[in-house]
Each structure stands twice: as C-alpha cells, then as structure tokens.
C-alpha cells in the first residue's frame, strides 16, 4: 500500500518536473530574441565582432544607446531617433485621445440613444475592423493630398485616427450595452442633456474600457509602419519607419549594438504604456462595479 | 400635488400597437397604482408619462397642463427604476445631489435637502458609500431619497419592489404607504404583484394587452371585477369562476351548477338588475365566487354539496378543493372544517357572487 502510495507520488513529480521544465524551455527560447537585442545593445561592437552573440557583454556600456538616441545616421541626416521618436509621441498622442474620444461617444449614441438603422451604421463600423490597411492606401493618399496634410503628422493623426474608430466604436459600444438603460433614463429626469450624461455619468463608468481602448491604440499606432511610410517621408516619419532606415542604410561595419539600441527605443513606449497601465487596467475592472 | 390626466393615449412602435387608447385620470393625492401581467404595457405607459417615450396618439395632461411635448425634466416628475439606476461611480450622496446640481440648487439648500431625506430614509449613515457597498434595500432606500429630494409633482416607481426578497419587499411596502400618507404627492406605481396593487393603491388600473380592463379603487376592483379576466388576476387564491346557469325559481333568480355526481346546486338570492334578469333567465352565466364566499353551512342554510378532494391548510384557514360546474373549485374555510374525502355542504355569500357573460366575460350587472 505504503510503497504504492509512494511511487504515484513520485511519477506525478516527474510529470509536474516534465511540465515545468517543457515551459521553461518554451520561454527561454521565446525570450532569446529579448536577451540577444539586449546584450548585443551593451556591448561594444568589437566585442561583438570578436566573440559569441548570445554571451554576456564583458564590458557594459551604453554607447550604443547614445548613438542610436542622437547620432545614427538616417539617410544623408546623422540625428539620431530622436527627432522621430518625438514625431511620433505627437502622432501617437492625438490619435489616442482622438479615436478614443469619438469612440465613445460613438458607443454612447450606438446604445442609449438608438436611432433608426444604428444596428446598420454599428454594423458598417464594425466592417472597418476588417478592412485591410492596403485597401485603403490609396483613397487616403488621394484625401491627403486633397487636405493639403500629404506626408505631414496632422496627415498621420487623421489616417490613425479613422482608422482607430471601428476598433474604439466595438470597444465602447460592447461596454455601454451592460450598462443598463435605466441609468440615462434616471439622469434625463435629473435633468441631465446628452453631454451631460456622456460625461458625469457614462465615461467615469467606463474607465476599464477607456484604458483597454487606449493601450490597444497607442500600442496599433505606435508600432505602425505601413501608413508611416506610405503617408511621410524624410522628416516627418514616425519612429518605426526611420528604425527600418537606421537599420538598412548604414554603410561599412554593420553596427549591431547600435540597431538592437535603436530597435530596444523604438519598442520601448508600448512596453511602458503597458506595464504602466496594465495595473490600472485591472483596478479598473475591479473596481468599476457598473452593476446598479 | 397634481392631478393626472391620461386622456385616449396610444402608444405604436412600428406596426406594434403596445397601447390602445388608454383614458386614466387620477386626483390630488391619489395613488395609483398600474398593475397588468408581463409586457401589457406597464413600464411604456409610465414612461410615456414621464417623457422617455413619446405619445402616438391622445393626450397626458399634469394638473391640467399637457406635457405632451415637455422633456421629462421640464415635467416636475421623479421617478424610481426597478434596478433603482443609482449612478455608480457616485456616493450616494452624489446620487441624491446630481439632480439638484443640474437645476443649479445653492450647496447650502442641497446640503439641507439631502440631510432631510437621509433622515426620512434612515440612510444617514450611508451617504459616503457607493452604490456597490449598499444592500439591495438600501439601494432601494437611496432611490426614493433622489427622487424624494426633487419635491415633484408626480412620483413615478416602476416595479420597485421587485429585486428585493420577500420579507423586505413587505416592510419596504409599508415604507412607501407610509411615506405617501407622509407627503401626500401623486404617485403612479407600476406593479404586476396584485398584493402590492391592492395593499398601497388607491386607485388601480389593471391592464392586459395595451387595454386598461377596470379602474377604481381596490377594494371596487376586488368585490366587483370588470371582467373574468380581472376576476382571476386580482387575489390569491383567484376567484371562482364557475360555469352555471341563470334560472327563474319560485322566489327570484337562482343559479344552477353542475355536481360532478350528476345532481344540480341551486342557490337562491342572487343579486341581478331587473334588465340583466330579463335578458339572461335560462341562459348560462359565469360565477364568479371569492374562496372566502363560501363557508360551512348551519343546518337549514342554502348550500351547495363539494365532496373534498383536497384541504390545504394554511395556518388562519383551511383551502378545501373540490369540483363544482365542471371546474375545480377553491374555498376558504375555517382550520378543522373540512376533511379531504368527506362531503361537506357549503353555504355561499350571495351578497358577494359576481356573474359573468360567457361569452363576452364581462360582468353581468
Ligand atoms: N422599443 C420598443 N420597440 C418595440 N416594442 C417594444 C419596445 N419597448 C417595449 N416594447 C413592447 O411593448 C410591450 C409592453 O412593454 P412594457 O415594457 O411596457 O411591458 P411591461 O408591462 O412593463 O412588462 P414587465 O412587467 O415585464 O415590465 C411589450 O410587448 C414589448 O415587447
Ligand atoms: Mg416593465
């Protein structure tokens, strides 16, 4: 009995120690990219010219990261990212709040003031989620141009943001449809007019929501690189399509510390975006206790 | 205080008649109370009295103005929500304040208003929560304190009571009877609970299909229902409604039933109008008998024979089933009066029997 016992303890702890070990493995190799694009950043480029790939720098230093920051050269201009990096913060930004903002106001109208074919107008939106960027290319080239915003950042807020609408819209129109009608009904016999309710009543409500919304666009409109480059060009890219240049155009040694340091700043908004907001994320559906 | 008049009101979405010319008028004071089965048209009804729906046809007058075109804040009305529709990222005290904020009401007054109702409410020690830490009566009681604040002219509760669990939805109840002998402010109750309709109104209006059925005050609707249709929806258990006849006997009209061993009842002292005598003399009637109508007949009474198929006791008094005119019967009896198997005679209230045509289902008066 006692042994029998035993030996289906220990064939268990060989099945858990297989499990854990199988996932350690998984995630080691799924990190490895990380950990090269890492290690390569900090180290010296003879260093990496003479040894391993994947070992640890010897020496750490962050010289890759300077220059990749402030003087790699893009094109015929040595500047560095950082002038496109701030291209982007001042696309990415307006494009949240823009996007986010229409969204949901588009959700509220869509669920609690309904108006005839708004289950036709909600269905056309949600197509737009499925409309692949290429399709659209050309139409937008041709409004820019009309705008007079072609290969300027207003140009790139205004693609991201209509772009951004039919995800925004499904987001907060699939929000506001749990919060029960009664609740504007209430406010409308407060006295509260449709902004009025929009804003003390349905957005503080939706904060979870909001925040979803807006990693989901800042994250879609920062790595964006298809309407970077076919929308701007020179100095007015954003900062995915002047990596893509840092990394393709340099001449003589192939700076790899360099383009990981570039690659590394590049990604780094959303990962903070994410880690920063992630915990709000979850406060916010914890405590957004919609329920009347 | 206000007067409410709803004068031919009809209400279509689509080709969807949901209401069919609805006329109520109720006085200052009065509580009337909505009561139909699920999707009559209660809650489209209360709205439209509100102004969160609007009108197809007909008219809604509030002490004699028509607020047909009004938005429900220009209406002077406050109203409570069945899932009580508390703003849930306010307090409550925020709750109770938003609407006097909107209407620009001084902090000082707001303070003073919200302190009054808390106090009324017994929810002065619930202001700072929000509504997720609150009871489902307190949610309820805060509620009442946001439409209370407003002092309308018109309360209007839709199925207010209907989340909360039994015991707590009678004391709630005698809350809000108490509440408006308190105020003494109109109010409109919708409600598909007979007892609720009963115990609060004083006036009710019973509603099937988009048609007000009857309109009167309880206890008319009670004794001396519409129709067979009020008859069964109003009181638990519901009234008796047993195929008969009406016949001329020797001294008046008598009604004659079925026994399911073959003989007939034949009950005597029925109350008809000469006309409806004329009219209906040989024919068959429905009647209509309250449970309460019958009672264990005195040796010599008039009775009719039930042979018990099943007594249930309730505690105050005894249900006793049996069959009579083709249909089970329901009475109400003394505890200890009857036994299952046994024939008991039972005398009937005549004072109390209703008759019904039956074909049209409407009272025969
Ligand atoms: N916006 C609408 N469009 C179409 N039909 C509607 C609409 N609102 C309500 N109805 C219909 O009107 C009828 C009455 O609805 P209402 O909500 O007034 O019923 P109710 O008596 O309040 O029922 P309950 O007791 O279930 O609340 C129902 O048949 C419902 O389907
Ligand atoms: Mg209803």
């Known amino acids: ?292 | 205080m206000a007067t409410l008049e709803i004068d031919r009101v009809r209400k279509a979405y689509g080709n969807m008649e949901v209401l069919k010319e609805v006329s109520i008028s109720i006085g200052s004071g009065d509580f009337l109370v909505l009561l139909g089965p699920s999707g009559c048209g209660k809650s489209t009804l209360l709205n439209m009295i509100a102004g969160l729906e609007g009108i197809t046809a007909g008219q809604i007058r509030i002490d004699g103005d028509v607020v047909n075109d009004l938005s429900p804040k220009d209406r002077d009305i406050a109203m409570v929500f069945q899932s009580y529709a508390l703003y849930p990222t306010m307090t409550v005290r925020q709750n109770i304040e938003f609407g006097m904020k909107i209407r620009g009401v001084p902090p000082a007054e707001r303070d003073k208003a919200t302190r009054e109702a808390a106090e009324l409410l017994q929810m002065a020690h619930l202001l700072d929560r929000r509504p997720s830490q609150l009871s489902g009566g307190q949610r309820q009681r805060v509620a009442m304190g946001r439409a209370l604040v407003r002092h309308p002219k018109l309360f209007l509760f839709d199925e207010p009571l209907s989340n909360l669990d039994a015991k707590l939805r009678v004391d709630m109840r005698t809350e809000i009877k108490r509440l408006h002998q308190r105020l003494g402010t109109t109010i409109v109750y919708v409600t598909h609970d007979q007892i609720e309709a009963m115990t609060l109104a004083t006036r009710v209006a019973v509603m099937k299909d988009g048609i007000v059925q009857h309109l009167d005050e309880p206890q008319v609707v009670y004794d001396r229902p519409a129709n067979v249709y009020v008859a069964r929806f109003v009181g638990s258990p519901a009234m008796n409604i047993i195929p008969g006849r009406l016949i001329e006997g020797a001294a008046g009209p008598e009604l004659e039933m079925d026994q399911p061993d073959g003989g007939k009842s034949r009950i005597s002292g029925v109350a008809v109008s000469e006309d409806a005598r004329r009219q209906y003399a040989g024919k068959p009637v429905l009647v209509g008998i309250r449970p309460e109508g019958f009672s264990v007949a005195e040796p010599g009474q008039q009775a009719v024979q039930a042979a018990i198929e099943v007594v249930e006791p309730t505690g105050p008094d005894t249900l006793a089933m049996f069959t009579l005119g083709g249909v089970e019967v329901i009475a109400r009896l003394a505890p200890r009066t009857a036994h299952a198997g046994q024939t008991a005679r039972l005398a009937v209230e005549m004072a109390k029997v209703v008759l019904f045509d039956p074909q049209t289902e409407i009272r025969i008066d």
Not at chain 1, 213 to 231: A, E, K, P
Not at chain 1, 254 to 267: F, H, L, R, S, T
Request: proline share 4%.
């Open chain 1, 1 to 292: 009995m006692a042994s029998e016992y035993g030996s289906a303890a220990r064939s268990r702890m060989i099945g858990r120690a297989f499990i854990y070990g199988s996932l350690v493995l998984l995630a080691a190799l799924y990190l490895m990219p990380l950990w090269v694009m890492i290690t390569t950043s900090l180290k010296s480029l003879d260093e990496i010219y003479g040894g391993s790939f994947i070992g640890l720098p010897q020496a750490v230093t962050f010289e890759a990261w300077g220059k990749a920051w402030s003087q790699a050269c893009i094109g015929t201009a040595c500047t560095g990212l950082k002038p496109y990096f701030i291209n982007s913060l001042m696309m990415v930004v307006p494009a949240v709040l823009l996007s986010t903002g229409i969204g949901a106001l588009n959700g509220y109208v869509l669920t609690k003031w309904r108006f005839r074919g708004a289950n036709l107008v909600f269905g056309l939106i949600l197509f737009g989620c499925f409309l692949p960027f290429q399709a659209v290319l050309l139409p937008m080239a041709q409004v820019l141009g009309k705008l007079g915003l072609s290969g300027t950042i207003p140009g790139l807020v205004l693609v991201h943001t209509v772009y951004g609408i039919c995800f925004t819209t499904l987001f907060f129109r699939n929000y506001f449809v749990t919060i029960p009608d009664e609740l504007t009904k209430a406010a409308q016999i407060d006295g509260a007019g449709f902004f009025r309710i929009f804003f003390s009543i349905m957005l503080p409500a939706a904060l979870p929501i909001m925040v979803v919304s807006c990693i989901w666009q800042f994250t879609q409109i920062w790595n964006d690189f298809l309407f970077g480059v076919s929308f701007t060009a020179g100095e007015s890219s954003p900062v995915t399509v002047a990596l893509n240049n840092v990394v393709n155009v340099t001449m003589g040694r192939k700076q790899y510390n360099v383009d990981m340091a570039a690659a590394m700043i590049a990604a780094l908004p959303t990962l903070v975006v994410y880690v920063v907001a992630g915990r709000y994320f979850v406060r916010g559906l914890t405590a957004g206790a919609v329920k009347g």
